[in-house]
C-alpha cells in the first residue's frame, strides 16, 4: 500500500476581514479550498464559538490584561440573540481529487461593536486541520465610522446596563428634541515620533481613516467631516492633509497627518493638542483627536 498526505490550498490567509457592516444587516464573504492531493478528502468546518468546551475556556483573566500584544480575545462579542455572529456554509462534505470547494462566511452582528471575532477551523476526516482562519468584523448603528491612532477603549463588551440620556426639560424649559440632545464624544489619541539626527530629517507622520458603510438602509448616502481647531495645531508644527471633504458609501477616506518640530519647541515638555473631528450622515459624531508628539534620537 502507499500512504498518502493530504493536502488542500486555501484562497485566505490567517485572517478573514468582514469590515464594517450595519448592526442587523448581513455582510457575506466567499473563501475557496482546493484539493490537491490524489484522494477525496472529507471535511468538516468548525468554530470555536460553538465549542462544547466554550465556557470552560472563558473562565480566565482576559487578554487585554496578560498580555499587551493580544488585544482581542479568539472569540470576542457575539450576538444578544444567542446565534452565531458568523456562520459557515457548506459545514461538512467531500473535495474529490484535483477540486474545490466554495465556502460562504456570512456575518450578522445584531448590536454595535468593533470587536466581533471568532476562529474557523477546516478539519479533515475529524481529527486533521488543514487550515486555521480568524474570522473578525465590526458593526455601527450608523453608517460611518473612523479607525486609527492608539486604542484608548477596553475590548472586552460590558454587561452592564449604560444610562440613556434624558429627554426631561430642566426647570423652565422645553423637552430637547432628540436631534438636539448633547452626544457624546468619543477620544481618538494619535502619537507622532519624529526623529532626530538623521542626515535628512522627514516629518513624523501618521493617519486617520473615514469610512462610509454601503447599506440599502441609508441608499447613497456620503458621510462629510471636518476638523476644528486647526490654528492652534498648525502653531505647534503640525499638519492635517485634508482639513473637510466627503466620503462616498463604501470608501474610505485616508487622511495624512504630520508633525515636525516648531522652533521653540523643548524635547522635554510634553505636547498634547486636541482637535474636534466631526461627521454628519444620518447623525451627528464628534471625535476628540488627541494628538501627541515627541522626539526620539536616531542613535
Given at each position: 500500500g502507499h500512504g498518502v498526505t493530504p493536502s488542500t490550498v486555501c484562497s485566505v490567509g490567517e485572517v478573514l476581514d468582514m469590515g464594517y457592516v450595519l448592526a442587523r444587516e448581513k455582510a457575506t464573504s466567499t473563501f475557496k479550498i482546493q484539493n490537491t492531493s490524489i484522494l477525496t478528502l472529507r471535511y468538516s468546518i468548525q468554530l470555536d464559538s460553538l465549542s462544547p468546551t466554550r465556557?470552560?475556556?472563558?473562565?480566565?483573566?482576559?487578554?487585554?490584561?496578560?498580555?499587551?500584544?493580544?488585544?482581542?480575545?479568539?472569540?470576542?462579542?457575539?450576538?444578544?440573540?444567542?446565534?452565531?455572529?458568523?456562520s459557515v456554509f457548506p459545514t461538512e462534505g467531500e473535495i474529490v481529487a484535483g477540486k474545490s470547494q466554495n465556502f460562504v462566511v456570512t456575518f450578522s452582528p445584531d448590536h454595535e461593536s468593533l470587536y466581533y471575532s471568532d476562529r474557523l477551523k477546516v478539519v479533515l476526516f475529524g481529527k486533521r486541520i488543514a487550515h486555521v482562519i480568524h474570522l473578525k468584523g465590526a458593526a455601527r448603528d450608523h453608517p460611518m465610522f473612523v479607525e486609527g491612532g492608539v486604542p484608548l477603549?477596553?475590548?472586552?463588551?460590558?454587561?452592564?446596563?449604560?444610562?440613556?440620556?434624558?429627554?426631561?426639560?430642566?426647570?423652565?424649559?422645553?423637552?430637547?428634541?432628540?436631534?438636539?440632545?448633547?452626544?457624546?464624544v468619543k477620544s481618538i489619541l494619535l502619537v507622532l515620533e519624529y526623529v532626530e539626527g538623521k542626515s535628512s530629517p522627514v516629518p513624523a507622520t501618521t493617519e486617520l481613516r473615514v469610512g462610509a458603510i454601503r447599506t440599502a438602509r441609508f441608499a447613497s448616502?456620503?458621510?462629510?467631516?471636518?476638523?476644528?481647531?486647526?490654528?492652534?495645531?498648525?502653531?505647534?508644527?503640525?499638519?492635517?492633509?485634508?482639513?473637510?471633504?466627503?466620503?462616498?458609501?463604501?470608501?474610505?477616506?485616508?487622511?495624512?497627518?504630520?508633525?515636525?518640530?516648531?522652533?521653540?519647541?523643548?524635547?522635554?515638555?510634553?505636547?498634547?493638542?486636541?482637535?474636534?473631528?466631526?461627521?454628519?450622515?444620518?447623525?451627528?459624531?464628534?471625535?476628540?483627536?488627541?494628538?501627541?508628539?515627541?522626539?526620539?534620537?536616531?542613535?
Open positions: 465556557d470552560k475556556d472563558q473562565q480566565k483573566i482576559p487578554s487585554f490584561i496578560t498580555s499587551p500584544l493580544q488585544r482581542t480575545e479568539i472569540v470576542g462579542t457575539q450576538n444578544y440573540s444567542g446565534l452565531s455572529v458568523f477603549d477596553v475590548p472586552v463588551e460590558s454587561l452592564a446596563v449604560l444610562p440613556v440620556p434624558s429627554q426631561e426639560a430642566p426647570k423652565g424649559g422645553n423637552v430637547l428634541p432628540p436631534t438636539q440632545l448633547q452626544e457624546p448616502k456620503n458621510i462629510e467631516f471636518s476638523f476644528d481647531g486647526l490654528s492652534l495645531l498648525q502653531q505647534k508644527g503640525f499638519a492635517v492633509d485634508s482639513v473637510k471633504g466627503t466620503v462616498e458609501a463604501g470608501q474610505v477616506k485616508h487622511i495624512g497627518v504630520s508633525w515636525v518640530p516648531p522652533a521653540d519647541f523643548h524635547a522635554d515638555d510634553p505636547l498634547l493638542v486636541t482637535a474636534l473631528l466631526t461627521l454628519k450622515g444620518d447623525v451627528k459624531e464628534s471625535y476628540r483627536v488627541l494628538l501627541m508628539a515627541k522626539v526620539v534620537s536616531a542613535y
